[in-house]
């Protein structure tokens, strides 16, 4: 998300030292490949978000834990086809942890 940094995802490589029990198979190496010096559009973080949801419907796991920025999380949750409170569907604070299905 533009300029700044800490939004930048560090090297797979990197991870996968600190993280060795994470499955990193479905992240591409290299560069994070969404971030830029441009702020991203909400239309655009929205059809992400949009995707992502669709990957995650179709994993055979029944419980999963999603770690992101408040931007993703807050599209993610805002998406209609996610079945959540209307009142789940807000801006998340820092290091805010919500449930949906």
């Known amino acids: 998300h533009g300029t700044h940094p800490v939004n930048k995802r560090r090297e797979v490589a990197l991870l ?11 992240v591409p190496a ?10 991203e559009p909400m ?12 990957t995650l419907l179709a ?5 999963i834990a999603v ?5 993703f999380l807050t599209a993610l949750f805002r998406l209609p086809q ?9 801006v998340f604070a820092n290091c805010e942890v919500r449930a949906g299905v």
């Open 16 to 26: 996968k030292g600190e993280y060795p029990y994470v499955d990193f198979s479905d």
């Open 30 to 39: 290299g560069d994070d490949p969404w971030w830029s010096m441009e702020r």
């Open 43 to 54: 239309e655009r973080v929205s059809a992400r978000a949009l995707a992502f949801l669709r």
């Open 59 to 63: 994993r055979p796991e029944r419980h």
């Open 67 to 71: 770690v992101s920025h408040n931007d």
């Open 82 to 90: 996610l079945a959540v409170p209307d009142d789940m569907r807000g």
